[in-house]
């Protein structure tokens, strides 16, 4: 066993595999806005749909929800439910931010150190980066989330 | 005259391949004595892509350094050199065959050998190619036949057919366990169907399938044949006039030869009936502003500067293969296709597509390890530097009809041995507890 398949595959990746965070879908809280966005990897089936829902007090546009139903690889679903975990209540902008974060950290080929403090669990699948062709997986959940955002608006 | 030396080892070769034949034939292919991950590779994926041996790739290099130049036109020596190689490497591929060098058309690969027919049945639907022609049109009413076992090559393009033609597209289905219904077959194959298309043995599943039974079904509803050729060509002898198929399409790549070429067989009557699909230079007689008049078969379907290097290169690919002997290949590689089912059957939460152990496959095996997606177990099998291929294979209504998204493939040949099935085996039977999967 190498260690970069042991950094792929950390524990915590795996037990959120089998958790799901944020599984399965759920209706929005009422009165708040929502979107929606389906996603699929075509090379290998991964799916994903996702809903965002924001809540906006006047001052700041929070995301109030978010859920998904998926099915797909360990990386791909490990994913999506850190990411429900990290996103839940967030600021809109401020979560922006950490979704580009996070590529820019899955695009590095393993040259980026991730920021715990920033992605939270997510800073596991830091190991994704040296497989490029594991990066869509990863990513996938993340990019559902920004469409849903953006159908939110 | 030939370019390409055949290693000795192989010459006369005689006798079943063994292990240790194997072996030999594995030294002559360059990349397979590299490394992966710290291990040595087992390359396990040649029904996606197979590698070249040293002469595959001498035979290209030769071309580059001796002969290049543009054929069928030029009256210099280079020139001369070039179109004898090119049209020599046809009549080896037609042979290998048994078809007529005017009934091997070059192609880019596979599945433009199977858009070249749809979209030349498609251009004498809207009258091109004229009285002669008839035969290849196709309308409301009429039905375009395939199978739900198709790789998308051969499905696509006949979708696309019906959609641009009004004609209808009908599918035999399969059973359970992915077998073709032959009893549906009966009923679907008919009066109104003008082409019946399948693949000789399936990608997914290695079975081969009964194509005496089809082409006789085709023959009474005087139908036109289209056989996939890509998962048999490459092991098994195939002689298109026994089979008494109209075309058939293979890839070179998938034979030892190089990427960017591959083959279209079709009868000669019928190919040089056929209006062209691609146009242009090179494959024309006379030419006014208003229109052209075009070259009989194969050059009608050859527009533009040819993969000459890819031709005389998959040439060098048929030689190795028939000094090797097809019928040892498709022994040797049936055998490693039970070892590899046999030996998945017996591992737990491993459930293998098609035919069980003891039933004739080809040297491949597609399977689910239940709880484990088809990308972790392909990642995992990397890291002990196992190349196998992960996905729906190109055949995503056959895994959707099989209750499956994603699976693991492994397809042997030549210059596999029992040692990369056993080192294969071992590694899935460690998947489930990696992955916490009980």
């Given at each position: 066993m190498s260690a970069e398949l042991q950094q792929l595959y950390q524990q915590i990746i795996l037990e959120h595999a089998k958790k799901r965070n944020g599984s399965p879908l759920a209706d929005p809280p009422p009165g708040d806005k929502s979107g929606e966005s389906h996603m699929l990897n075509p090379t290998c089936g991964d799916e994903i749909t996702l809903r965002a829902a924001v809540h906006n007090d006047g001052a700041a546009t929070t995301l109030s929800a978010i859920s998904w139903d998926g099915q797909g690889c360990s990386i791909s679903m490990a994913s999506a439910s850190v990411l429900s975990d990290l996103a839940q209540g967030m600021d809109r902008e401020e979560l922006l931010k950490v979704v580009d974060n996070f590529r820019e950290l899955m695009r590095s080929r393993g040259s980026i150190e991730a920021d715990e403090e920033i992605l939270g669990d997510a800073a596991a699948l830091s190991g994704v980066s040296r497989y490029p062709a594991r990066v869509k997986c990863a990513m996938l959940a993340w990019v559902a989330l920004e469409e849903a955002l953006l159908a939110a608006n | 005259?030939?370019?390409?030396?055949?290693?000795?080892?192989?010459?006369?070769?005689?006798?079943?391949?063994?292990?240790?034949?194997?072996?030999?034939?594995?030294?002559?292919?360059?990349?397979?004595?590299?490394?992966?991950?710290?291990?040595?590779?087992?390359?396990?994926?040649?029904?996606?892509?197979?590698?070249?041996?040293?002469?595959?790739?001498?035979?290209?290099?030769?071309?580059?350094?001796?002969?290049?130049?543009?054929?069928?036109?030029?009256?210099?020596?280079?020139?001369?050199?070039?179109?004898?190689?090119f049209e020599n490497a046809r009549e080896t591929v037609a042979g290998f065959i048994n078809a007529g060098m005017d009934e091997v058309v070059w192609t880019s690969n596979a599945t433009e050998a199977i858009n070249l027919i749809a979209y030349a049945f498609s251009n004498a639907s809207v009258g091109r190619g004229g009285d002669a022609a008839a035969r290849f049109v196709v309308g409301p009413g009429d039905e375009l036949v395939v199978t739900e076992m198709e790789h998308h090559a051969n499905l696509i393009p006949w979708q696309e057919l019906a959609f641009r033609t009004g004609a209808t597209l009908r599918y035999i289905p399969v059973d359970d366990a992915g077998a073709l219904r032959l009893d549906e077959a009966e009923h679907i194959i008919g009066p109104r169907t003008k082409v019946v298309a399948f693949t000789h043995a399936s990608n997914v599943l290695g079975t081969i399938n009964p194509v005496a039974t089809l082409v006789r079904l085709a023959r009474e509803a005087g139908a036109a044949v289209v056989l996939d050729a890509c998962q048999s060509v490459p092991h098994m002898g195939v002689d298109v006039k026994a089979l008494d198929v109209d075309f058939a399409a293979f890839s070179g790549h998938k034979m030892l030869g190089p990427t960017g070429i591959g083959v279209l067989y079709g009868r000669a009557e019928l190919l040089n009936a056929m209006p062209p699909f691609l146009t242009g230079g090179s494959m024309i007689t006379t030419v006014t502003m208003e229109k052209a008049?075009?070259?009989?078969?194969?050059?009608?379907?050859?527009?533009?500067?040819?993969?000459i290097s890819q031709a005389v290169a998959l040439a060098?690919?048929?030689?190795?293969?028939?000094?090797?002997?097809?019928d040892r290949i498709h022994a040797w590689e049936a055998e490693l296709g039970q070892r590899l089912v046999a030996g998945l059957e017996a591992i737990d939460g491993v459930r293998v597509l098609g035919p069980a152990a003891g039933a004739e496959r080809i040297g491949l095996a597609a399977f689910d390890v239940d709880g484990v997606h088809a990308h972790d177990v392909g990642q995992f099998l990397d890291d002990k530097g196992i190349a196998v291929r992960v996905g729906h294979h190109c055949a995503q209504p056959l895994h959707r009809r099989l209750g499956l998204v994603a699976t693991t493939r492994a397809s042997t040949y030549l210059y596999n041995t029992t040692d990369d099935v056993d080192a294969f085996l071992d590694a899935v039977a460690g998947v489930r507890p990696f992955f916490g999967v009980n």
């Amino acid at each position: 066993m190498s260690a970069e398949l042991q950094q792929l595959y950390q524990q915590i990746i795996l037990e959120h595999a089998k958790k799901r965070n944020g599984s399965p879908l759920a209706d929005p809280p009422p009165g708040d806005k929502s979107g929606e966005s389906h996603m699929l990897n075509p090379t290998c089936g991964d799916e994903i749909t996702l809903r965002a829902a924001v809540h906006n007090d006047g001052a700041a546009t929070t995301l109030s929800a978010i859920s998904w139903d998926g099915q797909g690889c360990s990386i791909s679903m490990a994913s999506a439910s850190v990411l429900s975990d990290l996103a839940q209540g967030m600021d809109r902008e401020e979560l922006l931010k950490v979704v580009d974060n996070f590529r820019e950290l899955m695009r590095s080929r393993g040259s980026i150190e991730a920021d715990e403090e920033i992605l939270g669990d997510a800073a596991a699948l830091s190991g994704v980066s040296r497989y490029p062709a594991r990066v869509k997986c990863a990513m996938l959940a993340w990019v559902a989330l920004e469409e849903a955002l953006l159908a939110a608006n | 005259m030939s370019v390409v030396s055949t290693p000795a080892t192989l010459k006369h070769a005689a006798g079943m391949i063994d292990d240790a034949e194997a072996r030999r034939i594995r030294n002559d292919f360059p990349i397979l004595s590299q490394q992966v991950n710290g291990s040595p590779l087992v390359y396990l994926d040649s029904g996606a892509t197979s590698q070249n041996p040293l002469c595959v790739l001498e035979a290209e290099q030769e071309y580059y350094e001796q002969r290049n130049a543009a054929v069928h036109r030029g009256a210099h020596m280079l020139a001369v050199s070039a179109t004898d190689a090119f049209e020599n490497a046809r009549e080896t591929v037609a042979g290998f065959i048994n078809a007529g060098m005017d009934e091997v058309v070059w192609t880019s690969n596979a599945t433009e050998a199977i858009n070249l027919i749809a979209y030349a049945f498609s251009n004498a639907s809207v009258g091109r190619g004229g009285d002669a022609a008839a035969r290849f049109v196709v309308g409301p009413g009429d039905e375009l036949v395939v199978t739900e076992m198709e790789h998308h090559a051969n499905l696509i393009p006949w979708q696309e057919l019906a959609f641009r033609t009004g004609a209808t597209l009908r599918y035999i289905p399969v059973d359970d366990a992915g077998a073709l219904r032959l009893d549906e077959a009966e009923h679907i194959i008919g009066p109104r169907t003008k082409v019946v298309a399948f693949t000789h043995a399936s990608n997914v599943l290695g079975t081969i399938n009964p194509v005496a039974t089809l082409v006789r079904l085709a023959r009474e509803a005087g139908a036109a044949v289209v056989l996939d050729a890509c998962q048999s060509v490459p092991h098994m002898g195939v002689d298109v006039k026994a089979l008494d198929v109209d075309f058939a399409a293979f890839s070179g790549h998938k034979m030892l030869g190089p990427t960017g070429i591959g083959v279209l067989y079709g009868r000669a009557e019928l190919l040089n009936a056929m209006p062209p699909f691609l146009t242009g230079g090179s494959m024309i007689t006379t030419v006014t502003m208003e229109k052209a008049e075009y070259l009989p078969s194969p050059q009608r379907f050859e527009a533009g500067t040819q993969r000459i290097s890819q031709a005389v290169a998959l040439a060098a690919a048929v030689d190795y293969l028939r000094e090797t002997g097809m019928d040892r290949i498709h022994a040797w590689e049936a055998e490693l296709g039970q070892r590899l089912v046999a030996g998945l059957e017996a591992i737990d939460g491993v459930r293998v597509l098609g035919p069980a152990a003891g039933a004739e496959r080809i040297g491949l095996a597609a399977f689910d390890v239940d709880g484990v997606h088809a990308h972790d177990v392909g990642q995992f099998l990397d890291d002990k530097g196992i190349a196998v291929r992960v996905g729906h294979h190109c055949a995503q209504p056959l895994h959707r009809r099989l209750g499956l998204v994603a699976t693991t493939r492994a397809s042997t040949y030549l210059y596999n041995t029992t040692d990369d099935v056993d080192a294969f085996l071992d590694a899935v039977a460690g998947v489930r507890p990696f992955f916490g999967v009980n």
